[in-house]
């Protein structure tokens, strides 16, 4: 009976702690939010902010905080969401670290495609999203055609995304190279990340589909749970762990495309996010929610980093993410092989 008390106490303190992260995140964005609506050229003090936010305000605070501003802030915390959950989920899954959307190749081939519509068929707007929304889907199915034998394993699922990433990147930049300068300016942006121009249908489609996501997942939480203890665990517990394996990880490429056709290869975001959640939270589980707030205080954070650290320059989310994520990706590989040493 004492075991029993133990094992429910520890359960308690593990979702305290996962809430706190969680919570503690939450507050981040709205910090940061509050900020970047201030922050600007066109200067609009704290009290007027929460003015229009309230419902008054002048017409010009309203225009310069409501069309102009918010739509970028809510644009990075959900992509930073559908990104978190999305390396949330593929780490938990194939109980790798390096496990991430970008590194194996799925923002990458969402990239190519985006490009190929703009560069190839002159396609533009909803097109090119659908094109980078399929590219990433088309990825990650052949990365599971490929690494799938009598089941799917980890190691080979890696190494195939990882081969796939080199493979995409190299086709974008053929398809930059002998593309015209201003054709190849305009397809930058999807090699990049940034969600300055994110809004209206495409935002509202941002927003529907993560949600959509992080309700399905919120279902697959017990054999995502499950699955981070290993297969056999997995199946002892009553759980199918190839069935849940491919449902868990269909929903996570299906964030990683959503975002990704309307930001572009936000680079990092899906392998550091669930990492510090994990961090904070402690026990080694997927803390997926934990991981979606903090992926959203990072992209946000990141954004407005970009947009106010040095006067008269901004600089593209990805660039911030990936000046962030690079020497994090280095000191995890270190990491591991003075582990494995």
């Given at each position: 009976m004492t075991a029993v008390v133990e094992v429910a106490e520890v359960r308690r303190s593990s979702r305290r702690r996962h809430s706190a992260v969680a919570g503690i995140g939450i507050a981040v964005v709205v910090a940061l939010g509050f900020t970047a609506l201030s922050f600007g050229a066109a200067g609009v003090s704290p009290d007027r902010v929460l003015a229009v936010l309230l419902g008054g305000g002048d017409r010009l605070d309203r225009f310069v905080v409501l069309d102009l501003r918010l739509p970028r802030i809510l644009a990075a915390v959900f992509v930073g969401v559908a990104f978190a959950l999305a390396g949330a989920v593929f780490q938990a899954t194939l109980r790798n670290p390096l496990a991430s959307p970008d590194?194996?190749?799925?923002?990458?081939?969402?990239?190519?495609?985006?490009?190929?519509?703009?560069?190839?068929?002159?396609?533009?707007?909803?097109?090119?999203?659908?094109?980078?929304?399929?590219?990433?889907?088309?990825?990650?199915?052949?990365?599971?055609?490929?690494?799938?034998?009598?089941?799917?394993?980890?190691?080979?699922?890696?190494?195939?995304?990882?081969?796939?990433?080199?493979?995409?990147?190299?086709?974008?930049?053929?398809?930059?190279?002998?593309?015209?300068?201003?054709?190849?300016?305009?397809a930058l942006h999807w090699t990049v990340g940034s969600v300055a121009d994110v809004r209206g249908d495409e935002l509202t489609a941002l927003v529907v589909g993560t949600v959509a996501c992080a309700v399905a997942l919120a279902f697959a939480t017990r054999p995502l749970r499950a699955l981070v203890l290993g297969d056999e665990h997995a199946v002892a517990l009553g759980i199918r762990a190839d069935a849940a394996r491919v449902v868990l990880l269909v929903i996570a490429v299906a964030l990683v495309a959503m975002a990704t056709s309307v930001a572009g290869p936000v680079a990092f975001v899906a392998l550091i996010a669930p990492a510090i959640a994990r961090r904070l939270a402690g026990g080694g589980g997927a803390s997926v929610?934990?991981?979606?707030?903090?992926?959203?205080?990072?992209?946000?954070?990141?954004?407005?980093?970009?947009?106010?650290?040095?006067?008269?320059?901004?600089?593209?989310?990805?660039?911030?993410?990936?000046?962030?994520?690079?020497?994090?990706?280095?000191?995890?590989?270190?990491?591991?092989?003075?582990?494995?040493?």
């Amino acid at each position: 009976m004492t075991a029993v008390v133990e094992v429910a106490e520890v359960r308690r303190s593990s979702r305290r702690r996962h809430s706190a992260v969680a919570g503690i995140g939450i507050a981040v964005v709205v910090a940061l939010g509050f900020t970047a609506l201030s922050f600007g050229a066109a200067g609009v003090s704290p009290d007027r902010v929460l003015a229009v936010l309230l419902g008054g305000g002048d017409r010009l605070d309203r225009f310069v905080v409501l069309d102009l501003r918010l739509p970028r802030i809510l644009a990075a915390v959900f992509v930073g969401v559908a990104f978190a959950l999305a390396g949330a989920v593929f780490q938990a899954t194939l109980r790798n670290p390096l496990a991430s959307p970008d590194i194996l190749g799925v923002s990458t081939g969402a990239s190519l495609g985006a490009v190929w519509a703009i560069l190839v068929l002159g396609a533009g707007g909803a097109l090119v999203a659908g094109a980078a929304f399929g590219g990433g889907l088309l990825v990650a199915f052949v990365i599971w055609l490929a690494a799938w034998r009598r089941g799917l394993h980890g190691v080979r699922f890696v190494l195939v995304g990882v081969g796939m990433a080199y493979l995409c990147g190299s086709t974008v930049a053929w398809l930059l190279a002998r593309s015209d300068v201003r054709e190849a300016q305009t397809a930058l942006h999807w090699t990049v990340g940034s969600v300055a121009d994110v809004r209206g249908d495409e935002l509202t489609a941002l927003v529907v589909g993560t949600v959509a996501c992080a309700v399905a997942l919120a279902f697959a939480t017990r054999p995502l749970r499950a699955l981070v203890l290993g297969d056999e665990h997995a199946v002892a517990l009553g759980i199918r762990a190839d069935a849940a394996r491919v449902v868990l990880l269909v929903i996570a490429v299906a964030l990683v495309a959503m975002a990704t056709s309307v930001a572009g290869p936000v680079a990092f975001v899906a392998l550091i996010a669930p990492a510090i959640a994990r961090r904070l939270a402690g026990g080694g589980g997927a803390s997926v929610a934990a991981a979606g707030a903090v992926g959203a205080a990072l992209t946000l954070a990141a954004d407005v980093v970009g947009q106010f650290a040095i006067p008269d320059f901004t600089a593209p989310l990805g660039v911030v993410t990936g000046v962030i994520g690079a020497p994090y990706l280095l000191w995890l590989l270190a990491r591991t092989e003075r582990t494995r040493a």
